[in-house]
């Protein structure tokens, strides 16, 4: 434990510490990180001039591209969440399933799902999901606990469902292509929110008290008139959800910029309700401002902390900590997760994918484990990151926009139950490979030996694959001859 | 031994890498120099290795060494050209030496010379420490057979071939890393370039663009380089300053090595995947090296570095392609044409 | 204390105003975001340095728009022990927050940043991309968001202290209608 020294596990203590004293999250790490740089330099481990990597991370974080998409799709959310568009679309499936017990929570699962195939970062998703659902919910009398729970849960579910930062961050430290991370994670994704619901199944059956049906003046007598009033109120979100996607289809524009176009067409749809104003666009790009500042500061925090924490040999320590690793594919496997799930308690997954990761990659290799499907399982398990109390992430947003009468404590307690389905979902995806490598192409890997490649030469007469000659006669070698491919 | 003990002092220092570890046969070039100045050492002179991002974003390395933050850096000297565009002849510039004239430039012409003079103003002592040889010119998702199917592509290229590019009407675009492939893939963008069949392959972009271009002629033998703080080299034991001199001889060594023992099965595979070779047209190579020229005779008008040094390279290549044509390319195509005719 | 809390108003106004621009530029970068992609797709043109305005804006908004979410509260806090507080002790939280971690934090920060700036505007550092932007503004915004933030700091400092000596009401409740 201490073979590195008793500095970097005393920087996850101090990281508690300082962040349960109730100062913003943001300073603390940052002011926890500087305290240990401090410690740093008294004790020999670097000199000040390391800490001068930290303006160099910090450019490092405002331009990487992929981080727009925070903003982005804040933004997407706050105009579709403003002007009432998201609320008829929640409501409306909300009412449709409104006589079953657990109706809001099934729509809020379904609804996270299709955020997810929208948007590939979890805070933009609670966001949203926790403004638009959160009052209707309590509301209607659902627990606190099981509201904040289901709300955080299918918000984090982003990160697994394509496309996904977690996931694009996960592709490049392990070598693999994007495409494929995507292809693995479909099936995954299915069982996860599978899992969910049955989850709100079996609750509605245990505790109907907790989440009660509708009362019916809330949500009007089933008949076709109230289908039709909720398919129409449903019709602008699902159109905007096709045009994000479709921008993509289309090659219109990249991921990110999808966001930045969903921004127009949620501007583009209100108008057309007659919903839009300028007082409206304001306040969303003001709150969307103070979001953005929120969320990205945390990583700047976090920067201060992980540098100092990799100047402590807080890295080696690690790698030192998995050289124990058992042997075998699925001891490694399930050693391997609940290491990554003790320390998402403290490291963010940013933090992981660049520390652990790379540690990872080529023992796994080693041992014969097809690295989109360990992938796939990371991010999985990575969800945790966001969920673990105190510090997840996914409660932190989820704390910023809920009102007082909701205790933190109801959404540290809410949260556990949907911790323990991601990590069903983990055991399930160990033991059963298949729920990734299914959905991968199977075209078999051709064996090179039997690869013909001909080069055309300069100045061989060819056809539109001919190599130039660049004016020279051909070289006087002889025909060449000809190869069978 | 006391003596032995003194010319041997403990020392520890860091190394950032401006590479993931998944690209193994680069970022392996910074294993190779932390191991050997161990080994050499005893173990007294140790280097800690770090991946782009675990310290230093993998961009800003050299600034980090300039000002002290970590000792050393394995990077592309031409990360750097937003600063002074000198920086991109440390690299490769279109249409610049092939990877051995380049070891040749450097080592033996006045390339080590003229390039750590001018990156001694940066605080830096640069030693080069890797080569890809030539590169492949990226993956397009239709084919480009003259200099018109050029105007219009959306192309991920960076540095001063995108400057060379852009005069022909391609549109560079540097759009974000993890964009490259859906981009790629729904013709958001039109083509891409990486580093050659043994990096690109583990990308897959061969799932999504089915031209693969040869060859790169913005990169006929790009360098990489370990730069080391200037004044924390100078304050070395002069035993430990050869021990990073000759590590670094080693890791450029064994990186050419690497890509040429795995670049060739590399290629048959994405060939066996439904990739389709296609060499640059000599129409098109023409036009490039015309507007490279353009660029060159630009940027020397302004830079007394660049003007110097580049010089200095053409006058070294001139040379070498002219001795080339009578020794490799002879010697190569005769041995080539035994290779297509199955005699090797 | 008076004088000193008209500093801290002065304080209050330019983080504001900065924030209230900080809010338009979130707009204007979606525009500059979709309008880039539409101008690519139908015209096969766009350019570097309209892609690099982005991220620009993007650090703009997050650094300096960092002061004007810490004056209304908004940067999230574990509220665990925070929550269950007096009003007063809670005050003492952020007086004791403030001047040990975040007034430190972000003037080292901002001591660290300035050179990096400096060095920028010495060597006149462009993008590497062809087309791109010059480098300096967004290094000054580094330095110049934690120099406001700081700032910004030592006026929240102010009207806690006022607040403790009974000079004004503060309000500490820090979860707000967003969205
Ligand atoms: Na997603
Ligand atoms: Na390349």
Redesign the interface.
């Known amino acids: 434990m201490f073979d590195f020294g008793i500095i970097p596990p005393a920087m996850f203590v101090g990281m508690i510490i300082f962040m349960l004293y109730g100062f913003p999250v943001a300073f603390s790490l940052a002011a926890v990180g500087l305290f240990f740089g401090l410690i740093g330099v008294v004790t020999g481990h670097f000199e000040q001039a390391f800490l001068q990597a930290l303006p160099l991370r910090i450019f490092g974080i405002v331009s990487n591209d992929l981080l727009l998409a925070i903003p982005f799709f804040t933004f997407m959310g706050a105009i579709l969440e403003r002007c009432g568009l998201a609320e008829d679309l929640l409501e409306g499936t909300g009412k449709l399933f409104g006589s079953i017990p657990g109706g809001l929570a099934y729509a809020v699962i379904l609804v996270g799902a299709v955020l997810g195939a929208i948007t590939g970062t979890v805070a933009a998703s609670v966001i949203t999901m926790g403004v638009i659902s959160l009052p209707i919910m309590l509301k209607y009398g659902y627990n606190p606990r099981l509201a904040t729970g289901v709300i955080a849960a299918s918000g984090t579910i982003t990160q697994v469902i394509p496309p996904s930062l977690v996931l694009i961050v996960l592709a490049d430290q392990l070598g693999r292509s994007v495409g494929d991370m995507y292809l693995g994670a479909i099936g995954p994704s299915i069982l996860q929110i599978a899992i969910f619901l049955l989850f709100i199944l079996a609750m509605s059956i245990i505790r109907p008290k907790d989440l009660p049906a509708l009362p019916p003046e809330a949500r009007g007598e089933l008949n076709m008139a109230l289908v039709w009033r909720v398919l129409a109120g449903m019709v602008p979100s699902i159109v905007l959800i096709f045009l994000v996607l479709g921008t993509i289809f289309m090659g219109l524009a990249t991921p990110t910029e999808a966001g930045a176009l969903g921004v127009v067409g949620a501007m583009a749809l209100a108008a057309m309700h007659r919903r839009l104003s300028w007082d409206l666009v304001k306040q969303g790009m003001h709150s969307t401002m103070h979001i953005t500042a929120m969320v990205v500061f945390i990583l700047v925090g976090a920067t201060c902390f992980s540098l100092v924490f990799q100047g402590m040999n807080g890295g080696l320590w690690i790698e030192h900590m998995l050289s124990h690793v058992p042997g075998g594919a699925v001891g490694f496997l399930i050693f391997v997760n609940c290491f990554i799930f003790v320390l998402a308690f403290f490291l963010d997954f940013f933090e992981i994918a660049f520390i652990v990761i790379p540690m990872l990659a080529p023992v796994a290799q080693s041992l014969g484990i097809d690295l989109i499907w360990f992938g796939v399982l990371i991010c999985i398990n990575m969800q945790t990151s966001f969920m673990h109390p105190p510090f997840g992430f996914a409660l932190f947003y989820l704390r910023s926009i809920a009102p007082r009468s909701v205790k933190t404590t109801d959404i540290y307690m809410g949260a556990i139950p949907w911790l323990c389905m991601q990590l069903i979902l983990v055991a399930i995806v160990i033991f059963w490979p298949e729920t990734v490598t299914y959905w991968l192409d199977h075209t078999p890997k051709v064996d090179p030996s039997t690869v013909k490649i001909e080069v055309p030469l300069f100045g061989a007469p060819g056809g539109g694959n001919q190599m130039p000659n660049f004016g020279l006669p051909p070289m006087n070698l002889g025909e060449p001859p000809k190869i069978n491919p | 031994a006391p003596a032995i003990a003194q010319s041997m002092p403990k020392i520890s220092w860091r190394l950032t890498s401006s590479f993931p570890k998944s690209l193994d046969t680069i970022f392996g070039g910074a294993e190779d120099i932390a191991k050997r100045v161990a080994a050499a050492t005893d173990g007294n002179f140790t280097i800690q290795t770090f991946a782009a991002g675990e310290i230093i974003p993998g961009l800003q390395a050299a600034d980090a060494v300039s000002a002290g933050t970590v000792e050393m850096c394995h990077t592309c000297s031409y990360y750097y050209v937003g600063k002074d565009p000198t920086f991109a002849i440390g690299t490769a510039i279109p249409f610049g030496p092939n990877a051995r004239l380049t070891n040749g430039w450097f080592y033996q012409g006045n390339g080590n010379k003229l390039l750590n003079e001018f990156y001694a103003t940066h605080g830096l002592q640069g030693f080069i420490a890797g080569n890809t040889g030539v590169q492949m010119g990226g993956w397009f998702r239709k084919e480009i057979n003259t200099v018109d199917d050029f105007k219009g592509v959306k192309m991920r290229i960076a540095g001063l071939a995108g400057r060379v590019v852009e005069k022909l009407g391609v549109v560079p675009q540097q759009i974000a890393g993890g964009d490259i492939y859906p981009s790629l893939e729904k013709g958001t963008i039109d083509a891409a370039e990486w580093v050659g069949p043994y990096d690109d392959q583990k990308l897959g972009f061969y799932k999504v663009a089915k031209y693969y271009y040869y060859p790169a002629f913005w990169e006929g033998g790009p360098v990489i380089h370990a730069f080391v703080n200037k004044q924390k080299f100078e304050a070395l034991p002069k035993a430990y300053q050869t021990i990073i001199e000759d590590a670094c001889a080693y890791a450029n060594t064994n990186m050419m090595a690497k890509y040429d023992t795995k670049n060739p099965i590399a290629i048959k595979e994405l060939v066996g995947q439904g990739t389709v070779l296609r060499p640059f047209s000599q129409e098109i190579l023409e036009a490039c090296f015309k507007a490279a020229m353009e660029v060159y005779a630009d940027i020397s008008a302004k830079n007394e570095w660049f003007k110097k040094i580049y010089e200095d390279q053409v006058a070294y290549k001139r040379e070498g392609y002219l001795w080339n044509q009578l020794s490799e390319y002879t010697y190569d195509t005769f041995m080539m044409i035994q290779q297509r005719s199955g005699k090797l | 204390m008076s004088s000193l809390l008209a500093v801290s108003r002065g304080i209050d106004r330019v983080s504001e105003a900065v924030?209230?621009f900080?809010?338009?530029?979130?707009?204007a970068?979606?525009?500059?975001?979709?309008g880039?992609?539409?101008i690519?797709?139908a015209f096969?043109?766009?350019?570097?340095a309209w892609?690099?305005i982005?991220?620009y804006m993007?650090?703009f908004?997050?650094?300096m728009?960092?002061s004007?979410?810490?004056r209304?509260n908004?940067?999230?806090?574990?509220?665990?022990?925070?929550?269950a507080?007096s009003e007063r002790k809670?005050l003492w939280?952020?007086v004791i927050?403030i001047i040990?971690?975040?007034l430190?934090?972000?003037l080292?920060?901002a001591w660290?940043?300035w050179?990096?700036f400096v060095?920028s505007v010495r060597?006149m550092?462009?993008?590497?991309?062809?087309?791109?932007l010059i480098?300096w503004p967004?290094?000054l915004?580094?330095f110049a968001g934690f120099a406001l933030l700081a700032l910004q700091g030592i006026s929240e400092l102010i009207k806690r202290i006022a607040g403790l000596m009974g000079i004004i009401d503060i309000d500490t409740?820090y979860?707000?209608?967003?969205?």
Not at chain 3, 125 to 132: L, P, T, V
């Open positions: 924030g209230k900080s809010g338009y530029l979130v707009l970068c979606c525009l500059v975001s979709a880039n992609a539409m690519r797709y096969n043109y766009s350019s570097n892609l690099e982005q991220w993007f650090g908004v997050v650094l728009g960092a004007h979410t810490l209304c908004e940067h999230v806090r574990v509220d665990l022990v925070y929550g507080l809670r939280v952020d927050g040990v971690f975040l430190p934090a972000c080292y920060l660290l940043s050179p990096v060095l060597e550092e462009i993008s590497s991309n062809a087309g791109g480098r967004i290094k915004v580094i409740k979860e707000k209608p967003l969205q």
